[in-house]
């Protein structure tokens, strides 16, 4: 039996939980699972463009805790009996392991960059913003529904190792950071 990648069942604008609850194709809860499916698209960019890095382990890591956030997203907590896997302490505690790694090499901060600085550094970017909006509708959408506050503080977490993963890639490009200057 093969599987056709189109079900139809979407054509009304509304989609299923995992549970089976139908809300409509703009529900806070699909909006931010998609922000998180955006956000990993990104982190495959950025996996892309470096070879022999030792990043990719990490993002590889950081890629399937983005499907396991993306799944708890998707379920619906008052329906799902789907077994989902977890976010654990350690994922927190991995980023922030590696962001201390790469602090050590770096020179300090001593004020704010812009983003740029060579290619890769700017995809880094461009996924630190959308992890903060992923953030954001977290925030929002616990609010509302039953959310795991991990998801939050890893999210949290992750921009933060984006923004210092930018960094680094610049440093290893032998690239410049692009310091704010300004205008008073």
């Known amino acids: 039996m093969t599987f056709k990648i189109y079900t ?5 604008g509304e989609t299923s939980l995992i549970g089976g609850t139908r ?16 956000l990993n698209s990104y982190i495959g960019l950025i996996k892309d463009n470096l070879s ?13 805790r983005l499907f396991t956030i993306g799944s708890l997203l998707a379920s619906d907590p ?10 654990h302490e350690s994922d927190i505690e991995l980023l922030e392991t590696e962001m201390d790694k790469m602090d050590a090499e770096l020179p300090e901060l001593k004020s704010f960059i812009l983003p740029g600085g060579h290619a890769i550094a700017s995809y880094c970017h461009i996924a630190r913003c959308v992890c903060r909006r992923a953030e954001r509708l977290v925030v929002q959408l616990s609010n509302e529904s039953e959310v795991a506050e991990i998801i939050q503080i890893y ?13 680094k890639i610049v440093y290893d490009f032998k690239a410049t950071e692009i310091e704010w200057k300004p205008r008073m």
């Open 52 to 64: 022999n890095n030792s990043a990719l382990p990490i993002l590889n890591e950081i890629q399937d």
């Open 78 to 87: 008052d329906k799902s009996k789907m077994k989902i896997p977890d976010l």
């Open 155 to 167: 999210l949290n977490r992750l921009s933060d190792y984006l923004f210092v993963l930018s960094r």
């Open 8 to 12: 139809k069942t979407g054509d009304k």
């Open 23 to 38: 809300v409509p194709k703009y529900h806070l809860r699909i909006e931010s699972y998609g922000t998180i499916d955006e």
